[in-house]
């Protein structure tokens, strides 16, 4: 069982759908990363947090600590939105990486 | 400025090649980082470099030597490498090393033949 997982591997939803992506994990945090890679390669913060819930335009960020389990919500989704969403770890100073969501959003 | 750069973006080497790829911030980051990511995998950490010293090697083979003349340059030398290290080439910086967010550069695309 990997330290890091999230869910789903590939989510396909037409435009403006509320798309959830999962991460859980299994280790002690000191907080916890998602990421946006675009095809090509080219990897961008998105958020980090450590405890509640983070906001950047229709981008939310929810964890729970208790719970080891932090969701990545995207609102009134756009197709320019598709990419791989990752979710990393901070555990002992590294970062543990999930394997990554591939999102598409359709026109 | 909050971007990180790497230059090339592209690079061919043949095995018996010598090569070097940069990474630049100019954000003031003390802690800078080198990943390797295949296709379709996360990003694996090579190295990290903590005010200029190496603090972090995770067991990279000697043909990659990295390499960090200053606080704002990153440098990864690469010599004698493998088929198998051909792949997308990362950089990263942070204010420190530790639960602080990641600033990646676009990678550099490695493919050896």
Same mark, same amino acid.
């Given at each position: 069982k990997n330290e890091v997982e999230q869910s789903p591997q590939n989510l396909t939803a037409q435009e403006g759908e509320f798309i959830t992506i999962n991460c859980s994990y299994s280790v002690g945090i000191s907080a916890l990363h998602w990421l946006q890679q675009h095809p090509g390669g080219g990897i961008v913060s998105l958020f980090m947090l450590s405890s509640g819930k983070k906001k950047h335009g229709r981008l939310i960020a929810t964890i729970n600590i208790q719970e080891k389990h932090s969701s990545l919500h995207i609102t009134?989704?756009?197709?320019?939105?598709s990419a791989v969403y990752i979710c990393a770890a901070f555990s002992n100073y590294q970062l543990i990486w999930g394997a990554g969501t591939k999102l598409i959003i359709k026109p | 400025d909050t971007e990180v750069t790497q230059t090339p973006k592209h690079l061919v080497m043949g095995m018996t090649n010598k090569k070097s790829l940069k990474c630049e911030q #100019?954000?003031? #980051?003390r802690a800078m980082y080198w990943y390797k990511q295949k296709a379709k995998k996360p990003p694996e950490l090579m190295f990290v470099y903590s005010y200029e010293k190496l603090s972090i090697n995770e067991s990279v083979p000697s043909r990659f030597s990295p390499e960090c003349p200053n606080s704002s340059l990153l440098n990864l030398h690469l010599h004698a490498l493998q088929p198998e290290d051909s792949a997308l080439y990362l950089c990263a910086s942070s204010p420190f090393t530790g639960p602080y967010e990641q600033y990646f550069g676009p990678g550099t695309r490695l493919t050896v033949t």
């Open positions: 009134a989704s756009h197709p320019r939105d | #100019h954000m003031g #980051h």
